[in-house]
T-cell receptor, first 116, second 114 residues
């Protein structure tokens, strides 16, 4: 499978615990994005990387959230001290070049987080 | 005003009919426009993109863009039950030299009845 891979696909955690999601982008893609989607809403941008550099962060990305892409390949998204409002699907996506050239961003299958 | 607006639906059309999905956006500087399809519990998949005024056709799908009216639409001809999904409109917002992310609407739920 050469698509965007996310792990774990589902995570149930207790409020206050830390969770980490991993994303492996399509191998030749230099851009990697994290989005969050809740029921009935469209995906909301969180952050993106070009190679290992984190170029943009949404104000939605509170200080409890941290994302890394240390070697410009896979990325991790960590949520510290989880809250019930963090329950959502966390989507990773990757692309080869910047928009608006029309190059497609490809989404992974998402990581579902439930905070109880 | 939300940046990207879509009617949440549900939009119900009979099989074989044309489904028309609409989207408006607030930022006149937006450069590229995308339509994604999302089945329940799945991730979005790209249907097509458009960045010039006018129509762009791809199989049964036609995207239409009118930058003056800040309006983009998606037409699905010969709708099939398998087209039943939520359709997300997304806009690339140009932050000066940064062109990193897409702004999504809430999506329109389409139901195609056999």
């Amino acid at each position: 499978d050469t698509g965007v891979s996310q792990d774990p696909r589902h995570k149930i955690t207790k409020r206050g615990q830390n969770v980490t999601f991993r994303c492996d982008p399509i191998s030749e893609h230099n851009r990697l994005y994290w989005y969050r989607q809740t029921l009935g809403q469209g995906p909301e941008f969180l952050t993106y990387f070009q190679n290992e550099a984190q170029l943009e962060k949404s104000r939605l990305l509170s200080d409890r959230f941290s994302a890394e892409r240390p070697k410009g390949s896979f990325s991790t998204l960590e949520i510290q001290r989880t809250e019930q409002g963090d329950s959502a699907m966390y989507l990773c996506a990757s692309s080869l070049a910047s928009l608006p050239s029309g190059n497609t961003i490809y989404f992974g299958e998402g990581s579902w987080l439930t905070v109880v | 005003q939300k940046e990207v607006e879509q009617n949440s639906g549900p939009l119900s059309v009979p099989e074989g009919a044309i489904a028309s999905l609409n989207c408006t956006y607030s930022d006149r500087g937006s450069q590229s426009f995308f339509w994604y399809r999302q089945y329940s519990g799945k991730s979005p998949e790209l249907i097509m993109f458009i960045y010039s005024n006018g129509d762009k056709e791809d199989g049964r799908f036609t995207a239409q863009l009118n930058k003056a009216s800040q309006y983009v639409s998606l037409l699905i001809r010969d709708s099939q039950p398998s087209d039943s999904a939520t359709y997300l409109c997304a806009v690339n917002k140009n932050y000066g030299g940064s062109q990193g992310n897409l702004i999504f609407g809430k999506g329109t739920k389409l139901s195609v009845k056999p």
